[in-house]
């Protein structure tokens, strides 16, 4: 089992920036898919972000080119860099890992990005990001 702990979550102006951090403590996986997801009051979880133990990236279309997901040397801390916030990136901010148990190329080029493909024991607790107009 694996424990999440996100940090670096606050308030910022539209069009700043944060870094968001998830360290990660106790099992390593070989294959896996890791990620960021959001979820604001009265809707679902999104994923926001994702990669795979082979490398594969993948973005919601509502932060391409504006967030980047990467990983430290030793793959236990991922972290998100969002740039030219919004106020509709508001939310609660989680990291989830799940192991695969197979190669993780064998999956669909998106299935780290939906967050129904983690279990319920896969969450951090979350970091809120706050962006005002």
């Known amino acids: 089992q694996v424990e999440l702990a996100e940090s670096g979550g606050g308030s910022a102006q539209a069009g700043g920036s944060l870094r968001l951090s998830c360290v990660a403590s106790?099992?390593?996986?070989?294959?896996?898919?890791t990620g960021w997801f959001r979820q604001v009051p009265g809707k679902e979880r999104e994923g926001v972000a994702s990669?795979?133990?082979?490398?594969?990236?993948n973005y919601a279309d509502s932060v391409k080119d504006r967030f980047t997901i990467s990983q430290g040397n030793a793959k236990n801390t991922l972290y998100l860099q969002m740039n030219s916030l919004k106020p509709e990136d508001t939310a609660m901010y989680y990291c989830?890992?799940?192991?695969?148990?197979?190669?993780?190329?064998?999956?669909?080029?998106?299935?780290?990005?939906?967050?129904?493909?983690?279990?319920?024991?896969?969450w951090g607790k979350g970091t809120q990001v706050t962006v005002s107009s």
């Open positions: 989830a890992v799940v192991p695969l148990g197979v190669a993780s190329a064998t999956f669909p080029a998106l299935y780290c990005l939906q967050p129904g493909n983690y279990g319920e024991d896969d």
């Open positions: 106790g099992s390593a996986y070989s294959s896996y898919c």
């Open positions: 990669i795979d133990s082979d490398g594969r990236v």
